[in-house]
């Protein structure tokens, strides 16, 4: 089992950056692909952005494509989300998710298909 602790969000205005970082301890960390997801009031939890575990594959939802750069850091058992260019919109609760599977790029976005989660760190961006 792999436990996760989300950290770095915050409030900032649209146009400004903020790095999350998710903290792994339990099992090897390099064994796990990691997500990071996101969910806005009333709506459902959606992917953002999945590193595989060496760091090799990377896939990120379109709406973010371009403004968020996911890494990972194997050495330090963390994964970070670098968010640039922030839009309102972007405001939701952040959450990482680690997996051991092997996923196609159609499979890393859904949410099933991770087994471990974070509680989440809260992002709200001002217009």
């Known amino acids: 089992q792999v436990q996760l602790v989300e950290s770095g969000g915050g409030l900032v205005q649209a146009g400004g950056s903020l790095r999350l970082s998710c903290a792994a301890s339990?099992?090897?960390?390099?064994?796990?692909?990691m997500g990071w997801f996101r969910q806005a009031p009333g709506k459902e939890r959606e992917f953002v952005a999945r590193?595989?575990?060496?760091?090799?594959?990377?896939y990120y939802a379109d709406s973010v494509k371009g403004r968020f750069t996911i890494s990972r850091d194997n050495a330090k058992n963390t994964v970070y989300l670098q968010m640039n260019s922030l839009k309102p919109e972007d405001t939701a609760v952040y959450y990482c998710?680690?997996?051991?599977?092997?996923?196609?790029?159609?499979?890393?976005?859904?949410?099933?298909?991770?087994?471990?989660w974070g509680q989440g760190t809260q992002v709200t961006v001002s217009s």
């Open positions: 339990g099992r090897t960390f390099s064994s796990y692909a």
């Open positions: 998710a680690a997996t051991p599977r092997v996923m196609t790029a159609a499979q890393a976005m859904d949410v099933i298909r991770y087994d471990y």
């Open positions: 590193i595989s575990r060496s760091g090799g594959m990377i």
